[in-house]
């Protein structure tokens, strides 16, 4: 039947190939550039002016994004100062358990000879994107004053 494909033709390369890299490559990649900007904010204070550049959304407007402060927040973590990281972006402080979970479960599952179909559903998605939305609402309200950085 003409248009019809039920299979690789013959003289055609098959669509599946084997990977160039190891399984482990890209998640190892991605953890090395992570442990290298968390080392970058460890050792460089983005309080001292100079060294980050500044958010855009709030040169622009005035306001402050969902991510305001959220720099500081990872160096005052990386710091030991739980308090002044919750004061500079307590989203970011809260979301850093549920990114490192949603890496874990992302390694494992390019690892695994047995693929899951691990990942992001579309509700926990919307929540997050709810969350962060509010988040930047709030944070702007003279009632969330106090999630400002």
């Known amino acids: 039947m003409p248009g019809h494909r039920s299979?690789?033709?013959?003289?055609r390369p098959s669509r599946s190939r084997p990977r160039?890299?190891?399984?482990?490559?890209?998640?190892?990649?991605?953890?090395?550039?992570?442990l290298l900007g968390a080392a970058?904010?460890?050792?460089?204070?983005?309080?001292?002016?100079?060294?980050?550049?500044?958010?855009?959304?709030?040169?622009?407007?005035?306001?402050y994004c969902p991510g305001c402060?959220?720099?500081?927040?990872?160096h005052e973590l990386l710091h030991g100062s739980p308090s002044a990281a919750l004061?500079?972006?307590?989203?970011?402080?809260?979301?850093?358990p549920v990114a490192l979970?949603?890496?874990?479960r992302w390694t494992r599952d390019r690892?695994?000879?047995r693929r899951s179909r691990g990942g992001i559903c579309r509700g926990q998605l919307?929540?997050?994107?709810?969350l962060t939305v509010g988040f930047g609402v709030l944070r702007n309200l003279p009632a969330g004053s106090f999630l400002a950085p």
Do not use: F
């Not at 299979?7 to 003289?11: K, L, Q, V």
């Not at 160039?20 to 992570?34: I, K, Q």
């Not at 970058?40 to 306001?63: E, I, K, N, Q, S």
């Not at 919307?126 to 709810?130: E, L, P």
């Open 87 to 96: 004061h500079a972006n307590a989203l970011v402080v809260l979301l850093i």
């Open 126 to 130: 919307a929540v997050g994107m709810v």
């Open 111 to 113: 690892i695994s000879p």
């Open 20 to 34: 160039p890299w190891p399984a482990a490559a890209l998640p190892a990649a991605v953890a090395a550039v992570a």
């Open 7 to 11: 299979g690789p033709r013959e003289g």
């Open 69 to 74: 402060g959220g720099l500081r927040a990872v």
């Open 40 to 63: 970058r904010l460890a050792l460089v204070d983005p309080a001292r002016p100079g060294h980050y550049p500044g958010c855009p959304v709030l040169w622009a407007t005035g306001r």
């Open 101 to 104: 979970l949603v890496y874990a």
